[in-house]
């Protein structure tokens, strides 16, 4: 069966082969910065080199800039065995599945065999200092891999955005899709609750992903990814989501 909705366009650097194969990854810009932060270190740790960028004319002209070098927001990376889709902005609700649909082609082109989400959701208690980490799986394989990482499921409930969709197409087409949803705060970037969904990720896959530059730095990590974050948001109209800052209630990502 095939996925029903064409993406925006992935234009590959010079000479790059999309077939990576083995494991996928995506990560956004939701609650907590959860899945940027957790798609960076990731792509950092494990060297990976940039496949390519995702480009269309509705999306703003704007580069960020990572050690003197400029980039687009939205890019994928591969290694050996691994491919990471990363957005570095955050883009309207009515985009998701554009988004959706974009991450699925860069699956199937690079013949990934299961797709991984990073994604936050919004704290339930302030008062706890760490917060948790929740799974969804698409198939029984899936499902089976979260519970002997020890990754707590979601009985019931609504996984809402870009992560809702590529579940529920997950289910539809047979594919391998996992969300991995880590408790953050909806007010500043989370680098505690990207490292407790890049540890999953390990487990999940037996790649060795070192946390210990993750922990350590998160307060300058917290901080980078605030700044890159408010200085895109003077270059972009305000997305409808943003009304979840005021009311986390309205968490993007679960309900």
């Known amino acids: 069966m095939e996925h029903e ?58 580069a960020l800039i990572h050690n003197e070098v400029p980039k687009h927001p939205v890019r994928v990376y591969q290694g050996e065995g691994i491919g990471v889709f990363t957005s570095e902005i955050q883009f309207k609700d009515e985009q998701d599945i554009m988004f959706a649909s974009t991450v699925l082609e860069w699956f199937t082109r690079g013949g990934f065999d299961q797709l ?11 008062e706890v200092p760490q917060g948790k980490l929740f799974g969804v799986g698409s198939n029984d394989s899936a499902r089976a891999r979260l519970r002997l990482a020890n990754v707590e499921p979601i009985q019931q409930g609504i996984v809402a955005g870009i992560t809702g969709f590529l579940l529920g197409e997950g289910d539809r087409l047979g594919i391998d899709v996992t969300a991995l949803l880590s408790e ?5 970037p989370d680098a505690r609750a990207a490292a407790l969904a890049v540890e999953a990720v390990a487990e999940l896959t037996g790649i060795e992903i070192p946390l ?14 605030r700044t890159v974050i408010e200085n895109s948001r ?3 109209p305000a997305p ?3 009304i979840y800052d005021s009311d986390p209630s309205l968490d993007p990502s679960f309900g």
């Open 5 to 62: 909705f064409k993406g925006y366009a992935l234009v590959l650097q010079e000479g790059a082969d999309p077939r990576t194969g083995g494991v996928a990854i995506a990560g956004f810009t939701t609650a907590g910065m959860v899945g940027v932060i957790a798609a960076s270190h990731i792509i950092q740790t494990l060297k990976l080199q940039q496949l390519g960028t995702v480009l269309n004319a509705e999306f703003p002209a704007v």
């Open 234 to 236: 003077t270059m972009l």
């Open 240 to 242: 409808e989501s943003e």
């Open 116 to 126: 991984i989400i990073i994604d936050g959701l919004v704290q339930s208690s302030k």
């Open 184 to 188: 953050a705060s909806p007010l500043y």
């Open 212 to 225: 210990s530059e993750l922990l350590e730095n998160a307060q300058n990590i917290e901080d980078s990814v």
